[in-house]
T-cell receptor, first 114, second 115 residues
């Protein structure tokens, strides 16, 4: 049973437009959420996170929105750039649970076209 | 940000041999490190949680005798794939967190190919 779901395996966006990557979760105990960016044959790179006490966190071009009632979070990238093309993973964890391991979604491959 | 270094980045080995992968936290002490495995077009799957000075905690379905984990110091965890088979070919990644509820930092990953 997948606790973190990214239902869109891929997304294609024009340069300069907004990219919206979605993530749903089922475990109501999750209270910390993260987005990672990953290039092929490399480890994931942390992008942005959000605690369950917030509903929005912004860092430059990246904004994460959390809707706890819907158990849904999204990552907005604006404006999108070709260098943003990568696989984006949503991850979640429970404070104090399992020593902090992260549960990952399957990822969404973002392609930003010039 | 904190740096986690993983070595080697790529290894090819023969069936039946063992391969050791190292994961080091370069600028912080990590009492806990995590080992993940990723199959093509799949998510990162947690294999085990490595605890400094004690036995690793393995996820269900992961053979502890096949994937030996040693966390001998606060900056080093190793994963040894014993008696490797072609089906063990995969991308292995380690991570460490400064504290619970902060971002995890990942190593560069190791592409293991068993021939």
């Amino acid at each position: 049973d997948q606790q973190v779901k990214q239902n869109s395996p891929s997304l294609s966006v024009q340069e300069g437009r907004i990219s919206i990557l979605n993530c749903d979760y089922t475990n109501s105990m999750f209270d910390y959420f993260l987005w990672y960016k990953k290039y092929p044959a490399e480890g994931p790179t942390f992008l942005i996170s959000i605690s369950s006490i917030k509903d929005k966190n912004e860092d430059g071009r990246f904004t994460v929105f959390l809707n706890k009632s819907a158990k849904h979070l999204s990552l907005h990238i604006v404006p999108s750039q070709p260098g943003d093309s990568a696989v984006y993973f949503c991850a979640a964890s429970v404070v104090g649970g399992s020593q902090g391991n992260l549960i990952f979604g399957k990822g969404t491959k973002l392609s930003v076209k010039p | 940000g904190a740096v986690v270094s993983q070595h080697p980045s790529r290894v090819i080995c023969k069936s039946g041999t063992s391969v050791k992968i190292e994961c080091r936290s370069l600028d912080f002490q990590a009492t806990t490190m995590f080992w993940y495995r990723q199959f093509p077009k799949q998510s990162l799957m947690l294999m085990a949680t490595s605890n400094e000075g004690s036995k690793a905690t393995y996820e269900q379905g992961v053979e502890k005798d096949k994937f030996l984990i040693n966390h001998a110091s606060l900056t080093l965890s190793t994963l040894t794939v014993t008696s490797a088979h072609p089906e063990d070919s995969s991308f292995y990644i380690c991570s460490a967190r400064l504290r619970v509820n902060t971002e995890a930092f990942f190593g560069q990953g190791t592409r293991l190919t068993v021939v």
